[in-house]
């Protein structure tokens, strides 16, 4: 079992920055493969960036590749998202995950098997 908790989200204005932090429970953590994905209002639930359990394969959505950044710390059992140059359409939920035993990132949300309770991240413009 694996379980996610999530922070660092708040309101900021456009152009502005944010770090995500993802605290996980469990030994085996740098085993995971771990994700971010996102909610708007009203929108599915969609990919952000992924990283595998060393670190060294990084995928990211279109939308966010060079302005959001994934890592992780495997000694702190903590996975980031740095997000700058925040836009509004940028506003969601956002949600930390985990696959299983498996350590290949995956941009899809059915790879995923731990949740975390998700996190409000607000960009005005």
């Known amino acids: 079992q694996v379980q996610l908790v999530e922070s660092g989200g708040g309101l900021v204005q456009a152009g502005g920055s944010l770090r995500l932090s993802c605290a996980a429970s469990?030994?085996?953590?740098?085993?995971?493969?771990m994700g971010w994905f996102r909610q708007a209002p009203g929108k599915e639930r969609q990919f952000v960036a992924a990283?595998?359990?060393?670190?060294?394969?990084?995928p990211y959505a279109d939308s966010v590749k060079g302005r959001f950044t994934i890592s992780r710390d495997n000694a702190k059992n903590t996975v980031y998202l740095q997000m700058n140059s925040l836009k509004p359409e940028d506003t969601a939920v956002y949600y930390c995950?985990?696959?299983?035993?498996?350590?290949?990132?995956?941009?899809?949300?059915?790879?995923?098997?731990?949740w975390g309770q998700g996190t409000q991240v607000t960009v005005s413009s």
């Open positions: 995950a985990a696959r299983g035993p498996f350590s290949s990132p995956r941009t899809r949300e059915q790879e995923y098997d731990y």
């Open positions: 990283i595998s359990g060393s670190g060294g394969s990084t």
């Open positions: 469990g030994r085996t953590f740098s085993r995971n493969a």
